[in-house]
C-alpha cells in the first residue's frame, strides 16, 4: 500500500458526471512506465457488460444455488 498513489486528475474531474473513466500508471523498476485509460467503466450504459461476461458473473456468485443445465 505504501507504494500505490491515488491522485485527482483535473481532466477527468472536470467530465464527471457526464463521463465517468479512469486511468492508471505503474511505473516499473527498470524505470518503464505503463498506462491505460477508459472513457467508461465497464458495465456503464456506454459501455455495458457483454452478455457472456455477466453469465459469468452470474455463475460465480450465484452457481451453487443454481440447477445443472
Same mark, same amino acid.
Given at each position: 500500500m505504501k507504494k500505490v498513489n491515488v491522485m *485527482? $486528475? %483535473? $481532466?477527468w474531474? @472536470?467530465?464527471y458526471p457526464r463521463q465517468r473513466g %479512469?486511468? *492508471?500508471e505503474v511505473f516499473l523498476k527498470d524505470g518503464a512506465v505503463l498506462s491505460a485509460k477508459v472513457d467508461y467503466a465497464l458495465g456503464e450504459p456506454e459501455n455495458p457488460l457483454p452478455p457472456a461476461r455477466t453469465l459469468e458473473?452470474?455463475? @460465480?456468485?450465484a452457481g451453487e444455488f443454481l440447477s445443472p443445465e
Open positions: *485527482v $486528475d %483535473a $481532466d474531474e @472536470s467530465r %479512469a486511468g *492508471v458473473k452470474l455463475r @460465480s456468485t
